[in-house]
């Protein structure tokens, strides 16, 4: 699931945080046509949605398309609903916190089979990180085993050929000192991508995606020239 380079043609999940545009430098140099998929489904800003095309842009993907699924009121999270608090008191392993968005990835990643089947994929990236993330239930190696096994038995290149598009999560293993080293290899425009949870003109700062971020700047010890 998360080793060796998958040839094209691939579809990645971009979101335009640093995860997302670290897979998509590596499917840009291992997994050519690249196909980009960005879904705006209700975030409660749209500041990484620019972020987006800017890195589909950088990487002259084959295709990106923003597809609109307004799922915010079926989704109650943090980041889909702006009367609810985005938390900034750290990063706790004991529960997840309010910023998990139900079944996120389960969604995405449905949507980005369809779209890989359609275009005869090989692959899907996603950047899932099971080290130094929020502890998302949908970021875990068992949730992206599971979905592969559902790939090959849900869609007709599965049943006919055995070749369903299989999910790829090349980061999920890694800290993000980690992705921040290998993205600095593969040229990563770091300046192009968000994380911040709150949006605006400039991160937060505390936010967990701003301290998971900033960790792993200072941890590679390289500038973050996003910050």
């Not at 945080?17 to 140099?29: P, V």
């Not at 980009?36 to 842009?57: C, F, I, N």
């Not at 190696?141 to 090349?170: D, I, Q």
Request: charged share 25%.
């Amino acid at each position: 699931m998360t080793d060796g380079r998958h040839r094209g043609p691939s579809v990645v999940l971009l979101s335009g945080g640093m995860d997302s545009a670290t897979c998509l430098a590596l499917a840009s140099r291992d997994a050519r046509p690249v196909h980009a998929l960005t879904v705006r489904y209700g975030q409660r800003h749209d500041r990484e949605l620019r972020s987006a095309k800017a890195l589909a842009r950088r990487f002259s993907v084959a295709s990106h398309v923003v597809l609109d699924l307004p799922l915010a009121p079926i989704l109650a999270s943090a980041l889909t609903d702006p009367r609810r608090r985005v938390p900034s008191g750290g990063v706790r392993r004991a529960s997840i916190p309010s910023t998990y968005v139900p079944a996120r990835n389960t969604i995405l990643l449905a949507l980005a089979l369809g779209c890989g089947e359609s275009r005869r994929a090989r692959s899907i990236y996603i950047g899932a990180n099971a080290v130094d993330y929020s502890g998302y239930p949908d970021c875990r190696p068992e949730f992206l085993r599971a979905f592969n096994a559902l790939a090959r038995r849900a869609t007709k290149a599965g049943v006919e050929r055995n070749a369903a598009p299989r999910v790829v999560a090349p980061l999920l293993r890694m800290t993000k000192a980690d992705v921040v080293r290998l993205g600095e290899r593969l040229g990563v425009p770091w300046e192009m991508t968000w994380s911040c949870y709150r949006g605006g003109r400039r991160p937060c700062g505390t936010c967990d995606a701003c301290r998971w971020r900033a960790k792993g700047f200072r941890e590679a010890g390289v500038p973050d020239p996003g910050a």
